[in-house]
């Protein structure tokens, strides 16, 4: 597997004016001493690159969920787009921040249901798959459900936003070429 991906991106060595920048602000919120691979992919294309970098932070910076329940709906995305590298990306994530042992390994291989955690949260990663394959069949009664379980319409909101942002991306890292982790910056998880 080549560690090329389909279109050109700017190697953090020779990026200038807002790609530099923006790489800079990226190195420093993940304090990893590289930019991630995938801020990489729309870098050529230094307002593309800002909106892909603000979409993320929106999706696990801020809001009201916790940051475990925004890396399990990555996990499930990535699963059933097939995205093995947003797979692995976000497992590390869930990994970095405390996740247990058990919900990594059962969200790599296993289905929503065999996830060990609670049927609330549970219930929330359905509604996420369903917007994965069938978002044109969510109903008023899902989202009637999910708030007797005790989700907030803020907490919906979120988790909806994230899903449906975060299937975009997973499209992006496949449809160019993004494979494994540290393809671009030679990064080993």
Same mark, same amino acid.
């Given at each position: 597997?080549?560690?090329?991906?389909?279109?050109?991106?700017?190697?953090?060595?020779?990026?200038?004016?807002?790609?530099?920048?923006?790489?800079?602000?990226?190195?420093?919120?993940?304090?990893?001493? /590289?930019?991630?691979?995938?801020? $990489?992919?729309?870098?050529?294309?230094?307002?593309? $690159? $800002?909106? /892909?970098?603000?979409?993320?932070?929106?999706?696990? /910076?801020?809001?009201?969920?916790?940051?475990?329940?925004?890396?399990?709906?990555?996990?499930?995305?990535?699963?059933?787009?097939?995205?093995?590298?947003?797979?692995?990306?976000?497992?590390? !994530?869930?990994?970095?921040?405390?996740?247990?042992?058990?919900?990594?390994?059962?969200?790599?291989?296993?289905?929503?249901?065999? !996830?060990?955690?609670?049927?609330?949260?549970?219930?929330?990663?359905?509604?996420?798959?369903?917007?994965?394959?069938?978002?044109?069949?969510?109903?008023?009664?899902?989202?009637?459900?999910?708030?007797?379980?005790?989700?907030?319409?803020?907490?919906?909101?979120?988790?909806?936003?994230?899903?449906? !942002? /975060?299937?975009?991306?997973?499209?992006?890292?496949?449809? !160019?070429?993004?494979?494994?982790?540290? $393809?671009?910056?030679?990064?080993?998880?």
């Amino acid at each position: 597997m080549s560690d090329e991906v389909r279109l050109p991106v700017v190697a953090e060595s020779a990026a200038t004016g807002e790609t530099a920048e923006l790489y800079a602000t990226i190195r420093e919120h993940f304090g990893l001493g /590289f930019v991630p691979d995938v801020f $990489q992919l729309t870098s050529t294309r230094p307002s593309f $690159q $800002q909106v /892909f970098w603000d979409g993320y932070r929106s999706m696990f /910076f801020e809001g009201v969920l916790r940051r475990e329940t925004k890396e399990l709906i990555a996990a499930v995305v990535a699963r059933d787009a097939g995205c093995r590298y947003c797979v692995d990306a976000h497992l590390f !994530l869930l990994e970095l921040i405390g996740g247990s042992p058990e919900v990594i390994a059962a969200a790599r291989v296993g289905s929503i249901e065999e !996830l060990p955690v609670d049927e609330k949260l549970r219930a929330l990663l359905r509604l996420v798959h369903r917007i994965d394959e069938e978002a044109f069949r969510v109903t008023d009664q899902d989202f009637d459900h999910l708030r007797e379980l005790g989700w907030t319409d803020d907490e919906l909101l979120e988790a909806a936003w994230t899903a449906s !942002l /975060f299937n975009g991306i997973v499209r992006l890292v496949d449809t !160019l070429g993004l494979y494994r982790i540290g $393809q671009l910056s030679g990064f080993t998880a």
